[in-house]
T-cell receptor, first 112, second 114 residues
């Protein structure tokens, strides 16, 4: 079993839709959870960072962490064509100073 | 936010040769890392670049194949040695600052081996 599993996609939604992206993990030591967005031919760009369980909101983006279920989610409200990218979940046990373990990523396409 | 520059952005190399990739940050950072992103696979940590000492390698990666240098707090290099087609991948540098919760990435080096 992989440490981090991410829905494989791809995912295509109409503009304005609510998008839900999810990852599950098996390592209970993970405490730091991140979502990155990666455009074609670019490096991953940090979108959201959460420590431990709970919700975090930033504009149209909401990150949720449920450590009891080992499940994290990223919600995108009012999705825009500019949100079309690959989304990567990542997590670590001890924060930014150590190894990040990534999901494979899911490619999202938002249709105008 | 800081600028993380990687050079070259892409290259096509012959098997058996070596390529050195550079990562330059415009401010001092605490940590620097090197990752590999293979098609259809998760981003995988190769090693942590330690300033003034030998890099710390993850399981499956060795210094002879991926020598790393970090001479100061803003610069690191990764060399891919004796390349084979299996080394075709995107190589990414990431950095972290003390007290920050997440790593930040450069745009990567896209490497193809013929």
């Amino acid at each position: 079993q992989k440490e981090v599993e991410q829905d494989p996609g791809p995912l295509s939604v109409p503009e304005g839709a609510i998008v839900s992206l999810n990852c599950t993990y098996s390592n209970s030591a993970f405490q730091y959870f991140m979502w990155y967005r990666q455009y074609s031919r670019k490096g991953p760009e940090l979108l959201m960072y959460t420590y431990s369980s709970g919700n975090k909101e930033d504009g149209r983006f909401t990150a949720q962490v449920d450590k009891s279920s080992k499940y994290i989610s990223l919600f995108i409200r009012d999705s825009q064509p500019s949100d079309s990218a690959t989304y990567l979940c990542a997590m670590s046990a001890t924060g930014a100073n150590s190894k990040l373990t990534f999901g494979k990523g899911i490619t999202l396409s938002v249709r105008p | 936010s800081a600028v993380i520059s990687q050079k070259p952005s892409r290259d096509i190399c012959q098997r058996g040769t070596s390529l050195t990739i550079q990562c330059q940050v415009d401010s001092q950072v605490t940590m620097m890392f090197w990752y590999r992103q293979q098609p259809g696979q998760s981003l995988t940590l190769i090693a942590t670049a330690n300033q003034g000492s030998e890099a710390t390698y993850e399981s499956g990666f060795v210094i002879d194949k991926f020598p790393i240098s970090r001479p100061n707090l803003t610069f690191s290099t990764l060399t891919v040695s004796n390349m084979s087609p299996e080394d075709s991948s995107i190589y990414l540098c990431s950095v972290a600052w003390a007290g920050e919760g997440a790593q930040h990435f450069g745009d990567g080096t896209r490497l193809s081996i013929l």
